[in-house]
């Protein structure tokens, strides 16, 4: 008889709970791969995560570590106080766009611009999920949402946010890049990239975020094979996977 081989396992990092999201939602995907890096670098006893408002709102029923919830917008300043407290401690924030590039954004350019060594998680789905749908600061040009029916009119709404591009400018950032979660490959490209920024933070170099290109099939009005589909020929163009900011350390390391 042959010996019982564990394919896959749920992280230790994550509690063995049904979750909220809706069905084919990629924030699942991110926990998991969030939940895996953690138990792989043993931080789980030393993490403290900082929930946002939106679909992550529940994030600390997930992760089975500390967790606080920080109102609208404001978990960058949260994870700010918390590390500046607790520098021994590994303080991430999870994040939509609707949180961190809308109400929050005054929070995570002037984090990123102090280089507050802390790790960030965008998740980038265009729109507002938890409300219903609405335009947010990442919805495309002539994307059709429950607030802009006739698609996102750039002259009158004017043009998408690009975070990753926008925060790469400022000094204090150390690590800044895009990944996506559409595909296996890009899947495991997010893996790696959240480990990198993981151990930027280790290793005391300053701000990281990763931006994590995600799908809401209830609110693009699609099956989770089709927004798939939609998130690589239509967000991937206009927000391009890549390294936007990597500090001369971290291009070093062998991650």
Known sequence: MLD??????????LE????????????GVA???IAEVIDEMGLRERMIGVASVGCSVFAYNYF???FVQAPHGRAPAMATGIKRVLPDRIVMTYQGDGDMASIGMGEIVHAAARGENITVFFLNNANYGMTGGQMAPTTLPGQQTTSSPKGRDVETQGYPVRASELLATLEGASYVVRRSLHDPKNIRMAKKAIRTAFEVQVRGLGFSMIELLSICPTNWGMTPVQSLHWLEEHMIPYYPIGDYKVHPIVAELKI
């Open 64 to 66: 089975d570590f500390d």
């Open 16 to 27: 063995e709970c049904a979750t909220h999201y809706c069905p084919g939602c990629t924030h």
């Open 31 to 33: 926990h998991r791969l």
């Open 4 to 13: 019982e081989v564990v394919v896959y396992q749920r992280p230790q990092s």
